[in-house]
């Protein structure tokens, strides 16, 4: 397990970070899974056990019965081994106008609320779970600063933030020197490259670190979907779990048949997901993967990605079947500006420029 600079912080969390939206299963989420405590301290000694240092939640989970379990699970000192996220804008309980959003009223309650169900002192990661483009950011700001002097958290991430949203609160953070971003929470995949466009950019250039939320598509690369057979019983698909969407059915199954064909080459153990996972893994700005899993076995499976490296070949498989088409103004400077062009630029406009 290699451990990786997150953004532009002296925070260094493994390359895969556990994910628990399946721990509980209440309301929606059921669709998820639904591990329970014993599941759950099962999986959390199992990534423990393969070097991971991280994991990951959010209040909404179940409706906060998430952050219940891992409080619950995380005893026996396996605490004190985790770097440990959650996030906030979402209402768990009350459906008060105020119960939702980044406004400071939001996020103080929601810290002090998920501290109790964590049962913890601090949340290393705290994660804004989405925009909120009714609050101020310098308000949202100064109550994650608040927090941060206040010793309830360590970090400030982002997520399913624009590059425009996260450039903002990195400025108005540095105006007024408050604490700043310094990782966005993205959904980012072989079949859904929309984040190099902005958000991969922005991370190389800023230091806003990549941990990426669902890095299989809810198991679409999973390779059990397959062109012409019926979706697999038992999976999120399968339960009417509809995120993240597929906008191209025929180019996700073109996907697929390469990662499985990569895997199949590589012979032995190797299989569709970890091939994701490791071209993943390599991108620009990519701090940590979020895995979860429904079962032992499928967690078990998706660990091994940390220790799989990819040939310039399959890359370039894998590149050929997924690069996604230079919008403007990023075709006009791949033809204009490829002299003068930074990293950063290069996280999107450099695989085409040997095309």
Same mark, same amino acid.
């Given at each position: ?9 002296? $925070? ?34 199992? %990534? ?6 991280? &994991? ?26 985790? &770097? ?26 929601? %810290? ?12 290393? &990661?705290?994660? %804004? ?23 309830? &958290? ?61 890095? $299989? ?63 993943? $893994? ?63 630029? $290069? ?9």
């Amino acid at each position: 397990m290699d451990y990786r600079l997150l953004g532009r912080s002296g $925070l260094k969390l493994s390359t895969l970070t556990l994910g628990t939206m399946t721990f509980g299963g209440s309301g929606a989420f059921a669709k998820t899974g639904n591990t329970d405590v014993a599941g759950a301290q099962r999986q959390i000694d199992m %990534c423990i056990d393969a070097g991971v240092n991280s &994991i990951d939640t959010a209040d909404i989970y179940s409706s906060g019965m998430s952050e219940e379990i891992i409080g619950e699970a995380l005893t026996g000192g396996r605490r004190e081994k985790l &770097i440990l996220g959650t996030k906030v804008r979402f209402p768990t309980g009350t459906k008060g106008p105020n119960e939702r959003g980044l406004s400071r009223h939001h996020i103080v309650r929601a %810290c002090e609320d998920s501290l109790r169900r964590l049962r913890t002192d601090h949340i290393d &990661i705290y994660w %804004c779970h989405e925009w909120d483009g009714m609050t101020p950011v310098e308000e949202m700001l100064s109550a994650f600063d608040m927090l941060t002097r206040a010793g309830k &958290i360590g970090y400030l991430g982002v997520s399913n933030f624009s590059g425009w949203h996260i450039m903002k609160m990195v400025a108005a953070a540095e105006r007024a020197g408050l604490i700043r971003p310094v990782a966005q929470q993205i959904h980012y995949t072989l079949q859904a490259r929309e984040a190099e466009y902005e958000l991969l950019p922005i991370g190389v250039d800023q230091g806003v670190g990549g941990v990426i939320w669902s890095p $299989l598509a809810g198991g679409l690369l999973s390779g059990k979907y397959r062109r012409g057979k019926p979706e697999p019983e038992g999976t999120r698909k399968a339960a009417n779990w509809n995120e993240p969407p597929v906008r191209d059915v025929e180019a996700l199954y073109d996907i697929v048949e390469v990662l499985v064909d990569v895997a199949e080459a590589r012979g032995g153990d190797v299989t569709p997901a970890q091939v994701a996972l490791a071209w993943l $893994l390599a991108r620009p700005s990519v701090t940590s993967l979020v895995i979860g899993a429904r079962t032992d076995a499928q967690l078990a499976d998706n660990l091994k990605a940390a220790d799989l490296t990819l040939s310039d070949d399959e890359f370039a498989r894998l590149e050929a079947v997924s690069r996604p088409p230079l919008l403007y103004p990023y075709w006009h400077q791949l033809d204009s500006a490829s002299d003068r062009l930074s990293p950063a630029d $290069l996280a999107l406009i450099g695989p085409h420029r040997a095309v």
